[in-house]
């Protein structure tokens, strides 16, 4: 099956530093990537959605300067926390579509801890 | 605009007995519906899907869904529970276009007694 791959899977960084999340399809093509954010004990909310080549789509009340994403390539996305806090601190999650299936592949999720 | 409803945020059940997650869905198209499972620190891990095929839904670890238009609802089941059953339980629904872009429900916490 398809898989995507997330890194890291675990990162601890300093208060007013950037962190970035690397999101790999490795096997398939991905158009389009989604980016999640899941809170302790809670759902998945979709931060963004991002298209090869093209600016990215923040859904309301996410924060496009906070959380940078790049797609630059079909195989690789990345979300870039700039200058986290500890309320960024949270479980994040991308998940990878290729055109005609029926479902997007999701990363195994990072954790990220703002200290 | 799409959403899912997942009424009981903890489910606790014995080993060996029925699973019953409930999930119910709102949307104005066509829905494809989803139940993933993820374990502590996990992603997410696809039990099963319906994409507008057959309505009963067959997944893996004997999970199984069945598609009820009328009822709006996607329930998930299992005939019998293990103790490694227990997970959080989240289910999604996407109107297929968009590449999936999926909308989740609040989830529901699996707990298997002895």
């Known amino acids: 099956g398809a898989v995507v791959s997330q890194h890291p899977s675990r990162v601890i960084c300093k208060s007013g530093t950037s962190v970035k999340i690397e999101c790999r399809s490795l096997?398939?093509?991905?158009?389009?990537m989604f980016w999640y954010r899941q809170f302790p004990k809670k759902s998945l909310m979709l931060m963004a959605t991002?298209?090869?080549?093209?600016?990215?789509?923040?859904e309301q009340g996410v924060e496009k300067d906070k959380f940078l994403i790049n797609h630059a390539s079909l195989t690789l996305s990345t979300l870039t926390v700039t200058s986290a806090h500890p309320e960024d601190s949270s479980f994040y999650i991308c998940s990878a579509y290729t055109p005609g299936s029926t479902e997007a592949f999701f990363g195994q999720g990072t954790r990220l801890t703002v200290v | 605009a799409q959403s899912v409803t997942q009424l009981g945020s903890h489910v606790s059940v014995s080993e060996g007995a029925l699973v019953l997650l409930r999930c119910n869905y709102s949307s104005s198209v066509p829905p494809y519906l989803f139940w993933y499972v993820q374990y502590p620190n996990q992603g997410l891990q696809l039990l099963l899907k319906?994409?507008?095929?057959?309505?009963l839904v067959k997944g893996i670890n004997g999970f199984e869904a069945e598609f009820k238009k009328s009822e709006t609802s996607f329930h998930l089941t299992k005939p019998s529970a293990h103790m490694s059953d227990a997970a959080e339980y989240f289910c999604a629904v996407s109107d297929g276009v968009g590449g999936n872009k999926l909308t989740f429900g609040t989830g529901t916490q699996l707990k298997v007694e002895l």
């Open positions: 991002s298209n090869e080549g093209s600016k990215a789509t923040y």
């Open positions: 319906y994409t507008s095929a057959a309505t």
């Open positions: 096997d398939f093509q991905a158009t389009t």
